[in-house]
């Protein structure tokens, strides 16, 4: 399994990319898992569902399955912030990559996704793990950098650069503390 993160501030096109990127890969015979960090409360399920009223009766997980998806909830009885190691675990590993947005300051290899109409600064010269910068505006870049400066707007690019990398991205999960 690879794993690759993106990592920028709100609008710079961390979701768009990633989005892009899935059919991209899958085009190219790969299989893509996604772990994404959500900053508030968020809910998969409706009022009224049969797992919304399990959960809301007390489960602490329900798995709902049919022939065509499986999703698993589990409700954390105190706040609890789980590591992007922990969440990757939690994949299913006949993966061959996994896609992580957001956990920009994850340990993770990362490519930062960076727009200089947000105005918002880069953090490639303050972190080691990031190993691309995926950009519109490359001539903007505020400091020169020796790592490899991707387009943005071309999801088929990134993720030939992605391939063509591959051996930089392998995940060993036994490196990490779970």
Do not use: C
Request: charged content about 30%; overall charge negative.
């Amino acid at each position: 399994m690879k794993v690759i993160g993106f990592a920028g501030y709100s609008g710079s096109g961390k979701t768009t990319l990633v989005e892009r990127l899935i059919p991209e890969l899958k085009l190219r015979g790969q299989r893509v898992s996604v772990v994404k960090h959500a900053h508030h409360k968020f809910d998969i399920d409706h009022p009224g569902k049969d797992s919304w009223r399990h959960r809301e009766a007390g489960a602490f997980e329900v798995v709902i399955a049919s022939d065509r998806r499986m999703a698993l909830m589990r409700e954390f009885e105190q706040p609890t912030e789980l590591s992007v190691h922990q969440l990757i675990s939690e994949l299913d590993d006949r993966v061959d990559w996994v896609l992580v947005e957001g956990y920009k300051r994850s340990d993770l290899p990362k490519i930062e996704v960076w727009r200089a109409s947000t105005a918002k600064p880069v953090r490639y010269p303050d972190d080691d793990f990031i190993t691309a910068i995926a950009t519109d505006s490359p001539g903007q870049l505020p400091q020169p950098t020796g790592l490899d400066v991707l387009d943005l707007n071309d999801a088929g690019a990134v993720a030939d650069w992605l391939l063509q990398h591959a051996e930089r991205f392998d995940y060993s999960p036994e490196l990490y503390a779970l």
